[in-house]
T-cell receptor
């Protein structure tokens, strides 16, 4: 069964600190993995996308890693800001020609940054 | 920056009533999607739509659901006879390509409450 699991469920850090969020998936055959940021009451916004051959991808203070062998990914946030408070969702696409853009979502990690 | 818009932002309806959720995708996009997120749960894929027909639908998308692109700009999701368990946030998304690596851009969502 295609599933995406994330940890921790929630995380509280102080402004300026770094943090790492984890994602494990069983989606197969694998096409790509995205990290999305979802602010409360808003739709998810894409942060990074990685395909099978990519190990790391950065977008400003966000750095995502991918280990396709162990089917694990992480999202590292450096020098956190109050505006980073949001849900971070790991999303995986399967490589099926009939799967037109279907995405599998994790539950998300709720990050709270305190001043 | 172009964005996906959705109306209404919040819809309250009585069980058994029909509702239509509306979305205006990004103007040059050709692929459209609906997702839902029950409170506290994962975002779930409902349906993908391309070239005026459904490309794929999930197990959730039963005969009570239908989608339509009535004109060149709107994309709608209709629920014919709402049930209590249909209460959720419904997200519309669009992409300019149909491959699994094409980024889907999400709207802000419509919160549907069925009483």
């Amino acid at each position: 069964k295609n599933q995406v699991e994330q940890s921790p469920q929630s995380l509280i850090i102080l402004e300026g600190k770094n943090c790492t969020l984890q994602c494990n998936y069983t989606v197969s055959p694998f096409s790509n993995l995205r990290w999305y940021k979802q602010d409360t009451g808003r739709g998810p916004v894409s942060l990074t996308i990685m395909t099978f051959s990519e190990n790391t991808k950065s977008n400003g203070r966000y750095t995502a890693t991918l280990d396709a062998d162990t089917k694990q990914s992480s999202l590292h946030i450096t020098a956190s800001q109050l505006s980073d408070s949001a849900s971070y969702i790991c999303v995986v696409s399967a490589d099926w020609s009939s799967t037109l853009g279907r995405l599998y979502f994790g539950r998300g990690t709720q990050l709270t940054v305190w001043p | 920056e172009p964005e996906v818009t959705q109306t209404p932002s919040h819809q309250v309806t009585q069980m058994g009533q029909e509702v239509i959720l509306r979305c205006v995708p990004i103007s040059n996009h050709l692929y459209f999607y609906w997702y839902r997120q029950i409170l506290g749960q994962k975002v779930e894929f409902l349906v993908s739509f391309y070239n005026n027909e459904i490309s794929e639908k999930s197990e959730i998308f039963d005969d009570q659901f239908s989608v339509e692109r009535p004109d060149g700009s709107n994309f709608t999701l209709k629920i014919r006879s709402t049930k209590l368990e249909d209460s959720a946030m419904y997200f519309c998304a669009s992409s300019d390509g149909g491959s699994s690596t094409d980024t889907q851009y999400f709207g802000p969502g419509t919160r549907l409450t069925v009483l």
